[in-house]
């Protein structure tokens, strides 16, 4: 079946750091990619996505490189700031009559000034 | 300004009794979806509609039933048979064109707590 991973949190750093944020995948057939940030109360903001294998998303300093070989979608930022503390999910769709987007748990992200 | 719509922000619900969560959209989706989250855990879908007067139950339908008469509107009602109703429950909704990649857009949200 389908399945996505993410690496589990919390993850803690300080301002201005490096994040890698881990997700890999389990899919029949040729997935598309998301990450998907949610804020403290919100609902979910799509942050990137890619469509096929070595596509990468980016969007506000944040970057995915879709890896088939890996069957991976990290997640990374050079230069964390304290408003990108959220909840991170990685999803995937696989399309087809029922095809919906299926997601990681999440992996929560503070950042410290 | 297009956009998801869901209310009540907040709602309580007491014993044996059934609510309804509000889902709107403006951006002309033909597919919505109903998820459910709870802490430290993914999204898991409820139910989702691709089209009016149609909807197919999603991994944890039990204790739920939705209705699609308008292509903008998809209401949640969560019945008294769903045991454990406390959770944060997420709307999506998404376009179906051909060719195009089925992201989905999410409103911001209702939580629902039990009295």
């Known amino acids: 079946g389908n399945s996505v991973t993410q690496m589990e949190g919390p993850v803690t750093l300080s301002e201005e750091a490096f994040l890698t944020i881990n997700c890999t995948y389990t899919?029949?057939?040729?997935?598309?990619l998301f990450w998907y940030v949610q804020y403290p109360g919100e609902g979910l903001q799509l942050l990137l996505k890619a469509t096929k294998a070595d596509d990468k998303g980016s969007n506000k300093g944040f970057e995915a490189t879709y890896r088939k070989e890996t069957t991976s979608f990290h997640l990374e930022k050079g230069s964390v700031q304290v408003s990108d503390s959220a909840v991170y999910f990685c999803a995937l769709f696989v399309g087809g009559s029922q095809g919906n987007l299926i997601f990681g748990k999440g992996t929560k992200l503070s950042v410290k000034p | 300004d297009g956009g998801i719509t869901q209310s009540p922000k907040y709602l309580f619900r007491k014993e044996g009794q059934n609510v309804t969560l509000s889902c709107e959209q403006n951006?002309?989706?033909?597919?919505m979806y109903w998820y459910r989250q709870d802490p430290g855990q993914g999204l898991r879908l409820i139910y989702y509609?691709?089209?009016?007067?149609?909807?197919q139950k999603g991994d944890i339908a039990e204790g739920y039933s939705v209705s699609r008469e308008k292509k903008e509107s998809f209401p949640l009602t969560v019945t008294s048979a769903q045991k454990n109703p406390t959770a944060f429950y997420l709307c999506?909704?998404?376009?179906?064109?051909?060719?195009?990649?089925?992201?989905?857009?999410f409103g911001p949200g209702t939580r629902l707590l039990v009295l």
């Open positions: 951006l002309n989706h033909d597919a």
């Open positions: 899919a029949t057939g040729y997935p598309s």
């Open positions: 999506a909704s998404s376009p179906k064109d051909r060719g195009t990649v089925e992201t989905q857009y």
């Open positions: 509609s691709q089209i009016v007067n149609d909807f």
